[in-house]
């Protein structure tokens, strides 16, 4: 049986030369964020935003729901990838970081496709139902705060249709989700997250062994 090949930083950069497909415009907002406190640690990678993008064409998706802008990096990347006529809403606390994305939308060309919604997403889910009902979107991307991992799936699995997709980031939690001795909130939180998907029946389930663990969950 194989086992999974260490990323080493070599590893990583011959992955980048052979298969990343970046522009001036992601580099600049990865170099923008990565100067912000943590930022590093809570941007995606490039080769996760290029993974959403993939997804979200592989799905036909035109309708995409993200809980978590940060400075709309994987926003962007999902953004781009909408056909014509496609629409991305996007969910933050505030506009401290979702402000530095705007300038990049705008150069990308792809400003119009998003919709900023500010406040907590847990309400901003609520208001989304109320407003589109169920099986509004087709695809939904989570990467907010891990205490609401757990109603962020519940709400997302009601908000996208049958046969779409729900990615869920960080579902490895920097390895601390197999450390038994990790009992903090967050770790908690995504433990508690990742029990539940593998025994939900409602969707097809792969957990990507990549970045912080990326987790793919099709509704059936």
């Given amino acids: 049986m194989a086992y999974q090949t260490t990323a080493t930083a070599e590893l990583l950069t011959y992955v980048r030369e052979a298969s990343l497909r970046d522009d001036v415009i992601l580099r600049e907002l990865r170099e923008a964020t990565a100067g912000l406190p943590a930022g590093e ?3 995606v990678m ?7 993008a993939l997804l979200v064409g592989l799905t036909g998706a035109r309708s ?3 809980i978590g ?6 926003t962007l990347c999902m953004a781009r990838a909408l056909p014509t006529g496609g629409r991305l809403v996007t969910c933050d606390l505030d506009e401290r970081w979702p402000g530095i994305a705007a300038e990049y939308w705008r150069r990308a060309g792809v400003e119009d496709r998003i ?4 406040g907590a997403a847990t309400d901003t889910l609520s208001e989304l139902l109320a407003e589109r009902g169920p099986a509004g979107f087709d695809l939904a991307f989570i990467d907010a705060d891990k205490p609401n991992y757990v109603k962020y799936y519940e709400a997302s699995l009601e908000l996208v249709r049958p046969g779409g997709l729900v990615v869920i ?3 490895l939690f920097f390895g601390r989700v197999a450390e ?3 009992q903090d909130r967050d770790t908690v939180a995504v433990r508690e997250l990742n029990q539940l998907l593998r025994h939900d029946p409602r969707v097809e389930l792969s957990m990507l062994i990549m970045a912080d663990g990326i987790t793919l969950a099709r509704k059936l």
Wanted: glycine share 6%; proline share 3%; hydrophobic share 40%.
């Fill in 64 to 66: 995409v729901l993200e």
């Fill in 69 to 74: 802008t940060f400075t709309g990096y994987s």
């Fill in 115 to 118: 919709e900023l919604r500010l």
């Fill in 180 to 182: 038994p001795e990790a």
């Fill in 169 to 171: 980031d960080n579902t």
């Fill in 41 to 43: 640690a809570m941007q």
């Fill in 46 to 52: 490039a080769e996760e935003g290029q993974l959403l």
